[in-house]
């Protein structure tokens, strides 16, 4: 099948949409119509290297969309279920999914290194971390296919693949915040956000935002936020004067910079727990002396797709959109077509936006 698609050729390269030739599903493997994906840092740092990817790469790993096509020894699917894309399920038997930590999944990768179709030239194309969202169809694994309420809607379901799981799950089921606790996070775009919303959920008191672009904080305010602070060298003293002098209980850093890690460290209170949900570089390096790391006796926890077990997590966040806990309309910037999506990583990249919905039917 031939299909629209934005692809990178090599790292550094700028994203272009393409044609390509999708090959038919093999045995356990679906062809899915998307429907929507969302633009994500990942999909940047897949382009870039800091996540090393085989290319050529389509991007887009956030998606939702309707099956279309099921290979040999497909049960359970047929044409027109809809569907949300994982870009890392669990295999189930390796020892990190037995120990109960399905997000560590030693087999991961493997879905990431497959290829889906050929370019013009004829060279494997690779969907970005199994997924290749930012298409109009996609091929791929069964086991990544979960099926979706009908009436929870499809274009905005995408936002389960990873913003939502991701943010709500660092909250939730990473650091595990009880009612009552205070909370900081630190960066706005979807992920961030999502944690906002997820300590509204837990029952957080005070929820601190942060970020440096000043029309988010109004966003985090509206998604539950109670106070929103301009970041700036003075961000550490106002989150200690609202909280009793102590800083936070937790902090979610939802940046991935040295320089943003290091300056949760020290909001956190003595006890207190910092949570790292932003991807870094490899050069960006952090350093403790062994001295504070006894003394102020934190916790320091990072966050792989919010510790998500799908099978538990998902229709417990489905529930919550459901209920009007989750609010996934108010994550979307703007919506866009294929076209659009070269441009919208740019803006990504300089961190203006919080979720870019890309529907190809555009």
């Known amino acids: 099948m031939r299909t629209r698609a934005v692809v990178v050729r090599a790292a550094g390269e700028p994203a272009r949409v393409e044609q390509i030739t999708l090959r038919e599903p093999g045995p356990g493997e679906v062809l899915v119509r998307v429907a ?71 087999n991961i990768e493997r879905h990431w290194a497959g290829s889906h179709g050929v370019d013009d030239d004829g060279n494997p194309t690779h969907p970005c971390l199994g997924v290749g969202g930012f298409a109009e169809y996609t091929v791929v694994p069964v086991a990544a296919c979960r099926r979706l309420p009908a009436d929870i809607p499809l274009d905005l379901a995408a936002l389960l693949g990873c913003a939502v799981t991701t943010g709500v799950g660092a909250v939730l089921s990473t650091a595990n915040v009880h009612s009552g606790q205070s909370v900081v996070v630190v960066g706005l775009g979807g992920v961030g956000l999502a944690a906002v919303q997820g300590a509204r959920i837990a029952g957080a008191d005070p929820i601190i935002a942060v970020d440096r672009v000043e029309e988010k904080l109004a966003l985090a305010a509206s998604m539950g936020a109670t106070e929103t602070l301009l970041a700036g060298p003075e961000v550490r003293k106002r989150v200690k004067a609202l909280t009793g002098g102590r800083g936070a209980d937790h902090v979610f850093d939802c940046v991935g910079l040295a320089a943003t890690i290091k300056e949760g460290w020290k909001t956190a209170r003595r006890g207190g727990t910092l949570t790292v949900v932003g991807i870094g570089g490899r ?80």
């Open 36 to 106: 929507a994906a969302s633009v994500c840092h990942s999909d940047l740092s897949v382009a870039n290297e800091t996540l090393v990817h085989n290319k050529p790469v389509v991007l887009g790993h956030e998606t939702s969309g309707l099956v279309a096509k099921t290979g040999p020894g497909v049960d359970g699917f047929a044409e027109g279920d809809p569907v949300l894309l994982l870009w890392n399920p669990p295999c189930r038997e390796c020892w990190y999914c037995t120990q109960g930590e399905p997000y560590l999944c030693e």
């Open 283 to 362: 050069t960006e390096v952090v350093e403790f002396s062994s001295l504070e790391l006894y003394h102020f006796a934190r916790s320091i926890l990072t966050c792989v797709n919010g510790s998500l077990d799908p099978d538990r997590e998902l229709p417990a966040y489905i529930e919550h959109v459901r209920a009007g806990r989750l609010d996934l309309p108010a994550l979307v910037s703007k919506e866009i077509g294929l076209d659009g999506v070269p441009a919208a990583l740019g803006e990504l990249a300089e961190g203006r936006l919080a979720r870019v919905l890309v529907k190809p039917g555009i």
